[in-house]
């Protein structure tokens, strides 16, 4: 326990973080979040969307958006939270069941009042 500036007590959990990359128009998000939020039980989930990217694909093409054309390719990302063991059964299952490719995990501190 660590004790903040106004003296409230904050309590540090180790957790692992796992952040999935993927594209706008694949089917993945519906899927990943109801494997997250309904079988797994993840604790938090957040989706972000790029603006620009590129991953480890063969063609190594940037996906982006602009005035003129409007991709339906653009970068998504989904981070997720909570106890390690269960972070690393959720990438199991996602992984089997989806064929993500692009997953990334690691330790994390969750400070929580």
Same mark, same amino acid.
């Given at each position: ?25 694949? %089917?993945?998000? +519906?899927?990943?979040?109801?494997? *997250? @939020?309904?079988? $797994? ?37 989904? %981070?997720?939270? +909570?106890?390690?063991?269960?972070? *690393? @059964?959720?990438? $199991? ?21």
């Amino acid at each position: 326990m660590v004790r903040d500036a106004h003296w409230k007590t904050t309590m540090k959990k180790t957790v692992s973080c796992a952040r999935i990359f993927t594209l706008e128009g694949h %089917d993945h998000l +519906d899927q990943i979040l109801q494997i *997250l @939020h309904d079988e $797994e039980n993840i604790t938090g989930v957040t989706i972000s969307r790029g603006i620009a990217g590129y991953g480890d694909s063969d063609s190594r093409e940037v996906h982006s958006a602009n005035l003129l054309t409007l991709s339906l390719e653009l970068p998504l990302i989904v %981070d997720f939270y +909570d106890e390690s063991e269960k972070v *690393l @059964h959720a990438i $199991e299952v996602l992984q089997q069941r989806l064929n993500l490719d692009h997953i990334v995990s690691w330790p994390a501190a969750l400070h929580s009042r």
